[in-house]
């Protein structure tokens, strides 16, 4: 098993930064991909930015160039920096890690990112 700690959502005006923060405990191999995902209401989770533990990553296309991810393999946490915020960026993000080539996928609890003025 594979918990998932988040922190670091909140409330942000247009063009605001935000960083989300996640970090893995328990049964964590060495190889994994760990990343972030979200969900508006009314539409379905979908992929943000996902890194490998080689450092592979891949943004959505909607987010590249404002958001960055990063991981510490050591400390088995991943980060994503979050700039220049849109309205459209509102949602619950999501922490996923997967043992990679092929495992389950856990998830976090989830943190609430809203962008309004």
């Known amino acids: 098993?594979?918990?998932?700690?988040?922190?670091?959502?909140g409330l942000v005006q247009p063009g605001g930064s935000l960083r989300l923060s996640c970090a893995a405990s328990g049964s964590i191999f060495s190889i994994n991909v760990m990343g972030w995902y979200r969900q508006a209401p009314g539409k379905q989770r979908e992929l943000v930015a996902i890194s490998t533990t080689d450092g592979n990553t891949?943004?959505?296309d909607s987010v590249k160039?404002?958001?960055t991810i990063s991981r510490d393999n050591a400390k088995n946490t991943v980060d994503l920096q979050i700039d220049n915020l849109k309205p459209e960026d509102t949602?619950?993000?999501y922490c996923n890690y997967r043992r990679l080539p092929v495992g389950n996928n856990y998830w976090g609890q989830g943190t609430q990112v809203t962008v309004s003025s």
């Open 91 to 93: 949602a619950v993000y």
């Open 65 to 67: 160039g404002r958001f």
């Open 1 to 9: 098993q594979v918990q998932l700690v988040e922190s670091g959502g």
């Open 58 to 60: 891949n943004y959505a």
